[in-house]
C-alpha cells in the first residue's frame, strides 16, 4: 500500500469521488463478512463516460460502486475526533489504496488528476509499491471488463446472480 500522510484533511476523497468497485475488491468484502446490500450502490451508466465496468442487473446497465450516506462520505468514513478515517482501511478498494497517486506512460509517480485531495505528491514514495498497485488495477480492470462482458452478452441476470458470477 502506498503511504500518504492525510492529516489535517477531512477525507476529501472518501466524500466526492466515485469508487469503482472490481471482483477482487468484492472478494476482500466477503472476507469481511460484508453483506452487498450494506455497501453496494448501482449506478445509473448515464451518468457517466467509463464503460468498462457496465453490467446488466434486470434488464438495464450499472455500474458498482460504493453506497454514500446524506453527507456525502462513502458508508466506511467514520469521523474519529476531527478526522475521517477508513474502518476497513486494510481491506479498502483498490482505487482507495492507489490514491492519490497514479503512474504516468513515462512510469512517474504522478497525482491524480481530478478536485479535491489537497496533497502534494511525495518524491520518496515507494516507486515499487505504486506501480505493484497500478498494475493490479490494470489486471483487475481488464478482467472485470471480460467477465461484464460475457455477462451481459448472456442478457444479465440479478444482482445476487452477478455478486456470485464475480465471485467466482
Ligand atoms: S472505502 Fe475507505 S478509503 Fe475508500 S472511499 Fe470509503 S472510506 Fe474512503
Ligand atoms: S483527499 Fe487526499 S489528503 Fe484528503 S484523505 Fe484523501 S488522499 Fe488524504
Not at 500500500?1 to 468484492?26: A, Q, W, Y
Not at 468498462?52 to 450499472?62: A, R, W
Not at 490494470?138 to 460475457?150: L, M, P, S, V
Request: hydrophobic content about 30%; aromatic content about 10%.
Amino acid at each position: 500500500m502506498v503511504s500518504v500522510d492525510c492529516s489535517g484533511c477531512e477525507g476529501l476523497c472518501c466524500r466526492n469521488h466515485v469508487i469503482f468497485l472490481c471482483p477482487s475488491d468484492l472478494k476482500d468484502f466477503e472476507k469481511l463478512g460484508l453483506n452487498p446490500v450494506d455497501y453496494l450502490f448501482l449506478g445509473p451508466v448515464d451518468e457517466l463516460t467509463s464503460r468498462f465496468s457496465d453490467v446488466l442487473i434486470d434488464g438495464k446497465y450499472f455500474y458498482l460502486t460504493l453506497k454514500r450516506r446524506k453527507n456525502g462520505y462513502c458508508v466506511f468514513a467514520r469521523k474519529e475526533n476531527k478526522n475521517i478515517e477508513c474502518i476497513i482501511y486494510d481491506d479498502r478498494p483498490l482505487t482507495c489504496r492507489l490514491y492519490p497517486l497514479k503512474l504516468t506512460s513515462k512510469k512517474r509517480i504522478a497525482k491524480r488528476g481530478g478536485i479535491v485531495c489537497p496533497l502534494t505528491v511525495d518524491k520518496n514514495q515507494s516507486k515499487e509499491k505504486v506501480t505493484y498497485l497500478n498494475d493490479r488495477i490494470q489486471r483487475e480492470i481488464k478482467t472485470y471488463g471480460e467477465k461484464a462482458f460475457e455477462w451481459n452478452k448472456n442478457g444479465g441476470g440479478s444482482l445476487k446472480e452477478l455478486i456470485n458470477y464475480l465471485l467466482k
